[in-house]
């Protein structure tokens, strides 16, 4: 069993060690003894898991506490700087990169996808078809829009909200015209032959 003097010290210093001021420390001696700064947290977390794993075997009247805590820091170092000589590591496996060339397929799908939505963006609104190509096509701030346009910039942000509604509905109608006619198609020129 310990003496009470013992603990107290060991309080004292359990109070000293695990304070900001400390932590701070650490982070200084860390940067003395070089290791970049990209890895001076992780290897801070390991000295102080370090320092709270050994606690139980501090002994005050060895030293004060901060000389114990540089001489884990020390340790932890040069364990680190051994293991990043050593270290190789593979951020990514060696990959089959796919031909970046879209083939015939994909490019008329494109090319279909982005005329059915120019005639889409030209089937709305001349107010909300403003707002829609200069902000979300021309990339222009909408504050810069509101300006040129002379409008609030809440009744700009309605009005694109509104442009962007009707346009999903004319692209929605357009898919189920299309579902409809691919449906009925096949059918109604079977029975215009007979």
């Not at 309080?11 to 003894?33: I, M």
């Not at 040069?78 to 031909?99: G, K, W």
């Not at 979300?136 to 701030?141: F, H, T, V």
Request: hydrophobic content about 45%; proline content about 6%; aromatic content about 6%.
């Amino acid at each position: 069993m310990s003496h009470p003097s013992n603990e107290d010290e060991r309080a004292a210093a359990h109070a000293r060690l695990f304070c900001p001021a400390v932590v701070r420390a650490v982070l200084r001696w860390l940067r003395r003894l070089g290791v970049p700064l990209c890895h001076c947290a992780d290897v801070a977390g390991q000295i102080w898991l370090n320092a709270w794993e050994s606690w139980p075997r501090f002994d005050p009247k060895r030293g004060r506490p901060e000389r114990w805590l540089n001489a884990i820091t020390v340790h932890v170092v040069s364990h680190y700087r051994e293991r990043m000589q050593h270290r190789r590591e593979e951020l990514v496996e060696l990959i089959d990169v796919a031909d970046p060339a879209p083939d015939a397929a994909v490019a008329m799908d494109y090319d279909s996808i982005r005329s059915g939505t120019i005639n889409a963006v030209k089937e709305l609104d001349p107010q909300l078809r403003f707002v829609l190509v200069a902000h979300d096509l021309d990339g222009i701030p909408m504050a810069q829009v509101a300006e040129d346009a002379g409008l609030p910039l809440s009744t700009l942000y309605k009005r694109r909200t509104r442009a962007l509604g009707a346009l999903r509905d004319i692209m929605g109608l357009r898919v189920t015209m299309e579902d409809f006619a691919g449906r009925v198609g096949p059918q109604g020129a079977s029975t215009k032959a007979s």
